[in-house]
């Protein structure tokens, strides 16, 4: 008998981080231990000053050390794993609420003979809810989406591109992602959120480019079915199950209200320096009890729906702290000045425009393995903010590359737990999601690139 190749399957992320902080523990015995001197600059301290790299004596990591690391990491992040757990409860008791999922589907219920200005409206509904932060509870929108796709004389693809792609263009513009923009800035020190007006332009463009690549499929397959992707491939979804799409009731429209106001408030937040550890997690916690209150929740009900959405974020707010543990072991290792010095050694004498692009391919690199927003800027942020300063590029222009490298591949790649559920909900093979999806992301990593250079040409600030 033939013995059976073992496929590849890619580590638990756990898994990935902690063989990170062991491998960079090892480096402290090869790699110099160095040192630049730092600086506050505009009010932000530690800065380094680029031109002061030196070596100092060599402090390796012991294996004690590499395990009290995933400890110090968890403390150490404490504050940003706190912030991530309070705004995704909050933004479970609105999504309980039905108020979301209610008027989305009272606009295709108005527009659903109009499918070429219903599919742009709807997707921006997705945008929206992925630049607020939106992410994996997402998925429970899918069959929605199926139903109105297939409603609209579509296919399954058009009804998980309009959820999972419209999520993925907010979220990657990161206007106000905790999860993500959030991290970063706390981590580098930026004002929370700040260069929001920038990352909702660069939003709105893809959300222009989403539609009509949407558009443009709809209109191909309903000339002709046979050229929708998955025609004739058995077990796609063709017809929707009835989705029961809640009344859009006054207490509803109360909540979408309130819901407008706590996000007015937090761009409001954004502008005046609210702090990311206590003011704008509160906003966001205020303004989910008071929708719950609005939907005439008990204050038990809406307490356990906030563990609920806590829960359902765990996994991402704690690898935040793990990936912590590689800052301090390159720290305590003395390297990590070491590795900027080398990175920017690298990219010294490059235009700064294409040392931001080789910051981007270097985070859609990171992604493949560390799928994790969260995760990953923890991971890489504290290397590429300092390798920004030492070559000139702004913070904001660091954040960028990060969320764009972190965020288009994720609709491809099948270790992002919500491509895998959706397409599976849709009754996707991958290979045929790949074959559908693939020119939407050279598209959108065309435009992030071009707004990257945009944002490093006007050195978007601050810092």
Not at 35 to 64: A, C, L, Q
Not at 106 to 133: D, H, Q
Not at 448 to 459: C, D, H, P, Q, R
Request: include cysteine; charge should be positive; proline fraction near 4%.
């Amino acid at each position: 008998m033939v013995a059976k190749k073992k496929q590849f399957k890619m580590p638990h992320a756990y898994v990935i981080i902690v063989s990170l902080i062991i491998f960079f523990a090892v480096l402290s015995y090869i790699i110099p231990a160095g040192k630049y001197d730092t600086m506050e600059v505009h009010g932000r301290k530690g800065v380094i000053n680029p031109e002061s790299f030196h070596y100092i004596e060599k402090t390796p990591v012991s294996p004690w050390d590499v395990v009290l690391a995933i400890p110090q990491g968890l403390v150490k992040q404490a504050g940003i794993i706190f912030m991530i757990i309070v705004i995704s409860g909050s933004i479970e008791i609105i999504n309980h609420t039905g108020a979301i999922e209610a008027s989305i589907g009272r606009v295709a219920s108005r527009l659903r003979t109009k499918p070429y200005i219903i599919l742009p409206i709807l997707l921006l509904c997705f945008v929206a809810l992925g630049a607020a932060g939106v992410g994996t509870s997402i998925v429970a929108f899918v069959p929605l989406g199926l139903m109105i796709a297939l409603g609209l004389s579509g296919d399954a693809l058009v009804g998980v591109a309009l959820v999972g792609m419209g999520m993925n263009i907010g979220f990657t513009g990161g206007a106000f992602v905790s999860s993500t923009t959030a991290v970063a800035h706390q981590i580098i020190g930026l004002p929370i959120f700040s260069g929001f007006g920038f990352r909702l332009i660069m939003t709105a463009v893809l959300w222009v480019s989403g539609s009509i690549f949407i558009v443009n499929y709809m209109r191909t397959i309903q000339a002709d079915p046979m050229k929708s992707v998955v025609y004739g491939i058995e077990g796609v979804v063709r017809e929707a199950e009835d989705v029961t799409i809640p009344e859009l009731t006054t207490r509803r429209i109360l909540v979408l209200v309130a819901f407008v106001i706590g996000i007015g408030f937090v761009v409001f937040g954004a502008i005046k320096n609210w702090s990311a550890s206590d003011a704008i997690p509160s906003v966001f916690l205020l303004t989910g009890v008071v929708c719950g209150l609005i939907s005439n929740y008990r204050p038990s009900e809406i307490a356990k729906i906030f563990v609920d959405g806590a829960r359902k974020i765990t996994f991402g707010a704690l690898i935040v702290g793990i990936a912590g543990g590689i800052g301090v072991v390159m720290t305590n290792g003395n390297i990590i000045h070491t590795i900027v010095h080398g990175l920017a050694s690298l990219m010294t004498g490059l235009p700064k425009t294409l040392a931001a692009l080789v910051m981007y391919l270097i985070n859609i690199i990171i992604n493949t393995f560390i799928t994790s927003g969260s995760g990953q800027a923890a991971a890489v942020i504290p290397i590429l903010s300092p390798v920004g300063d030492a070559v000139g590029l702004t913070q904001q222009v660091v954040t960028l590359a990060f969320n764009l490298g972190d965020g288009f591949t994720n609709q491809v790649l099948p270790t992002s737990a919500v491509t895998m559920a959706s397409i599976a909900m849709g009754g996707i093979p991958y290979d045929k999601w790949l074959k559908f999806i693939w020119k939407w992301l050279v598209i959108n990593i065309a435009i992030g690139a071009v707004f990257l250079m945009i944002a490093t040409w006007i050195n978007l600030g601050p810092f």
